[in-house]
């Protein structure tokens, strides 16, 4: 801690250009410094010093020790008290911002808004339980009618292990049978398209080519990211343009940052073509996500794909709730449209 | 209006006085020795945000709040050190900076000169207390002045231990990301230098003739196991050249490594064992390389301008501003706890700190208690197992069972 007559001496010494000579700022600095026989470099010099005074230094360990405990307790009761505060928040806005399955309600609800993210992602986290697969299943599957209802064009969800990859086409008749239950009937539905990097684009051949002026306009495109799309794509990259440069075929200076960009997303934004139609694999999205959304305890990437965050806003739902429960947030609602109003730099009200 | 400002100067003076002054200032001492009782995050990063509105908002000029800011870097330096924590990485100024008005990115590298030159005047003070100051980022881009500055600075604390202070000075994340691959990728296409046995090592200066003759006596006895001999001799070579033990020389693994490496090896495996030990000159046309398969996650970690740091804890962003703005995306990405807090930097002081550190505190305990309640520490495990299946490499073993 600074006194303010040193302070005020400093920041004259900066201001004017009047330049205190090193000497005059070593005796400006030497009341703050530290002992340096605190240091434990020292170790010779300490000893002896704690020799000299084992019960000071005794004395000052125990009350630092009961200070850190008390400091705790008291942070966390503070914490329970905040959370409790929040977790009725919360409730009170589950309760007033439900959705009904009604996309128009969803859409009343981000209309006010003066900006939507494009590209929407989510982390989402694999709980313990037997049914776990199943919950985050259906967690995406709600996570993309939102989606669409609030008129955002790309989804993409990261899951840690990446099990949802293993299971694309279960996960489609899912979100088509989730956003059927929201929008009715498959002609009124959004097109839906769902892929992974390294994976062909999984669609089902549309039956609303029928009656086009009934379909509904609005697509969606899902993508599921997972852990093996974060360093581990860096490092076959790595290896690839290694091989190359060893063949000669291209020379360490060629690699820019607009080359690793343009391969990086190419990950992304063009799936791996798939054998039976060719035309299935026309999907343009933005590779960079304008807004991502934490449902977790705290802010934790977890391996996220790093190259393509790094405009992205963040925000975590549990933030300011619980982060008693230790599994991650469940994925509701609210916290999805909390997100959207926090984007949009808005706050959000009780009452629509 | 009026009542407000005398509010406030009526608050200073209140806090300026000595006895309040003096109590604050044990009152901290008292929480960072505290604080140092739990476990510390040893690497801590900030990204220093808010100088320039917090100067419009207070109406003083943009310069005037940088130079707050560097108090407030000073303040909560001092924090983080006496309380344990041994790297603190800063973002200083990005690349992407230099689009700024010329006027301030004049002062603030007139600012980062003058400070890095005055800590370089107090060398002996700074060795005394340890502190190592690093620089990141593209230093060719500075002015040769500033880059002399840094320079001295780096070299004066370069011998320092135990505490480092990294200063991203022209950073962005993807350069450094870009960086790393761009290193990781020359180095392996250097060619490995020939192998030495023994007997013809650089240190032992023998005439070059008597040693050609006994390559051409050592080559007709030599061709029968050169299978076995060479494999073992540089696996030698590799290990000794490359301190990092998992490399492996490329040709000896490239029989039994993977489909798209493997034409690459017939080609090299003929050309070295015609030109074995000693023609230096020739065989530069079909060079031996590290296989480029033994490139891990570790091995551009390890090519990052952070390598000797611990993992990243905790990422601090004040102002509100919600975003990494390519700062450190490689190392927060995993297990960093990001906090973005809604003061601006020149206001930041431990009292906003200390929450963020009970936090992280609190949640490092819990799950030192209770590993399953968290979940991610079984996580983390998955993914160090997962590291050493690549690591370990199939061909090496065969090789080594030959």
């Not at chain 1, 990097?197 to 002026?213: G, L």
């Not at chain 1, 990259?237 to 940052?257: C, F, H, R, W, Y």
């Not at chain 2, 109590?23 to 960072?32: C, D, F, G, T």
Request: net charge negative; glycine share 6%.
């Amino acid at each position: 801690m600074v006194s303010h007559r040193d302070q005020e001496v400093f920041r004259e010494d900066f201001r004017n250009r009047r330049r205190l000579s090193a000497t005059e700022r070593e005796a400006l600095l030497k009341p703050y410094l530290p002992d340096p026989s605190d240091l434990p470099q020292r170790k010779s010099r300490k000893a002896s010093i704690s020799r000299k005074t084992p019960v000071r230094t005794f004395l000052k360990s125990q009350i630092h020790q009961l200070t850190y405990t008390i400091i705790h307790i008291f942070f966390g009761i503070a914490i329970r008290f905040i959370q409790s505060y929040h977790a009725v928040v919360d409730r009170i806005f589950a309760i007033v911002y439900y959705h009904h399955r009604t996309p128009e309600l969803i859409r009343k609800d981000v209309k006010g808004l003066k900006r939507l993210p494009e590209h929407l992602s989510v982390i989402l986290s694999l709980r313990k339980e037997d049914d776990a697969l199943a919950v985050l299943m259906d967690e995406v599957a709600e996570l993309a009618a939102w989606s669409t209802a609030s008129g955002i064009p790309t989804l993409s969800v990261y899951e840690k292990t990446g099990i949802l990859k293993s299971c694309i086409p279960t996960l489609y008749e899912l979100v088509t049978s989730k956003l059927s239950s929201y929008y009715g009937t498959p002609s009124q539905q959004p097109k839906l398209q769902l892929f992974a990097p390294h994976h062909p684009v999984y669609q089902t051949s549309t039956p609303t080519d029928t009656d086009p002026s009934k379909s509904n306009p609005e697509s969606l495109t899902l993508l599921l990211l997972s852990s093996t799309d974060g360093r581990e794509t860096f490092v076959d990259l790595t290896k690839t343009l290694a091989e190359m440069s060893q063949n000669g075929k291209v020379s360490p200076q060629d690699i820019t940052p607009e080359l690793v960009d343009a391969e990086i997303s190419e990950i992304t934004t063009h799936p791996a073509q798939s054998d039976d139609d060719g035309d299935g694999a026309s999907v343009f999205i933005k590779p960079e996500p304008d807004l991502l959304l934490v449902f977790g305890p705290f802010l934790k990437l977890d391996g996220y794909p790093p190259w393509h965050i790094r405009l992205t806003e963040m925000y975590c739902t549990g933030d300011t709730g619980n982060g008693l429960t230790g599994y991650g947030e469940a994925v509701e609602y609210q916290g999805f449209v909390q997100g959207l109003w926090h984007f949009a730099g808005a706050q959000m009200r009780f009452g629509r | 209006m009026a009542t407000s400002m005398h509010l406030s100067r009526l608050r200073k003076w209140f806090l300026a006085s000595p006895p309040i002054e003096y109590a604050i200032s044990h009152l901290r001492e008292l929480l960072v020795g505290a604080l140092k009782q739990g476990p510390v995050p040893q690497h801590v990063a900030f990204v220093m945000d808010g100088n320039r509105r917090f100067a419009r908002t207070h109406g003083i000029e943009t310069v005037e709040g940088h130079n707050l800011g560097f108090e407030a870097l000073a303040r909560i330096l001092e924090v983080c050190y006496k309380s344990g924590v041994k790297v603190v990485t800063i973002y200083a100024f990005s690349i992407e900076n230099f689009k700024r008005s010329k006027f301030e990115v004049d002062a603030l590298m007139e600012m980062a000169k003058v400070k890095l030159s005055q800590m370089a005047q107090h060398g002996d003070l700074l060795d005394s207390y340890g502190a190592k100051v690093r620089v990141l980022g593209r230093l060719d881009l500075l002015k040769p002045d500033v880059l002399e500055a840094v320079n001295r600075a780096v070299d004066m604390t370069s011998r320092n231990g135990d505490r480092v202070l990294n200063i991203c000075f022209p950073y962005t994340s993807r350069d450094e990301i870009t960086t790393a691959v761009r290193d990781t990728v020359s180095e392996y296409s250097r060619p490995l230098k020939p192998i030495c046995s023994p007997s013809t090592g650089p240190r032992t200066p023998f005439s070059e003739s008597h040693i050609a003759l006994n390559i051409q006596a050592q080559r007709t006895e030599h061709n029968s196991d050169t299978e076995s001999t060479s494999g073992s001799s540089e696996d030698g070579n590799g290990n000794t050249k490359q301190d990092r033990s998992r490399n492996k020389v490329y040709e000896s693994g490239s029989s039994f490594s993977s489909s798209t490496t493997l034409h690459l090896g017939q080609q090299d495996g003929p050309g070295t064992k015609t030109s074995t030990p000693l023609t230096e000159g020739t065989d530069t046309d079909n060079p031996a390389f590290v296989s480029p398969e033994t490139i891990s996650r570790q091995t551009l970690t390890d090519h990052m301008l952070t390598k000797d740091n611990p993992p990243l804890d905790v990422l601090v962003r004040t102002s509100g501003v919600e975003r990494l703005s390519d700062f450190m995306l490689w190392q927060c990405h995993e297990d960093t706890e990001i906090v973005f807090l809604n003061v601006m930097w020149p206001e930041f002081d431990l009292w906003h700190f200390i929450p963020v550190l009970l936090g992280w505190q609190r949640r490092i305990s819990k799950s030192k208690q209770n590993p399953d309640a968290e979940g991610d520490f079984d996580g983390e495990g998955s993914v160090s197992a997962e590291e050493d299946d690549g690591i370990i490499l199939r061909p090496d073993n065969k090789v080594k069972g030959m």
